[in-house]
């Protein structure tokens, strides 16, 4: 392992490698991990941003929200049952606060 000096203290240097799903922007120590991840897919999401959408369950319910992010769901985050699922940040309109949607669910 590389040494070094650093402020005239002598250090190790240990490099940690990650892989990372390039949907969901999981990490994972073993690359066939990411992969499997990766291998899921994602949607096409069917909003953007700045779109006005119903949100269909949940607070808010049967109100307006406005599109202010798009993302997909990561496993460890969501669970599996909602990875690489679209997500949605949105503003609520006409009622305060702001919501995360999920494409199918609640929007």
Excluded at 23 to 52: F, H, M, Q, V
Excluded at 57 to 78: L, M, N, R
Aim: charged share 25%; hydrophobic share 30%; glycine share 14%.
């Amino acid at each position: 392992m590389p040494e070094g000096l650093y402020g005239g203290i002598k250090l190790k240097i240990k490099t940690k490698t990650t892989y990372v799903c390039e949907i969901c922007g999981e990490e994972y120590s073993e690359i066939d991990t990411a992969l499997k991840c990766e291998s899921r897919g994602a949607k096409t999401p069917k909003y953007a941003i700045g779109d006005i959408v119903t949100i269909l369950s949940g607070e808010g319910s049967g109100k307006s929200a406005k599109i202010t992010g798009v993302f997909y769901y990561s496993p460890s985050w969501a669970g599996e049952r909602y990875a690489h699922h679209v997500g949605y940040n949105a503003d609520l309109i006409d009622h305060g606060g702001s919501r995360q949607l999920i494409e199918g669910e609640s929007v």
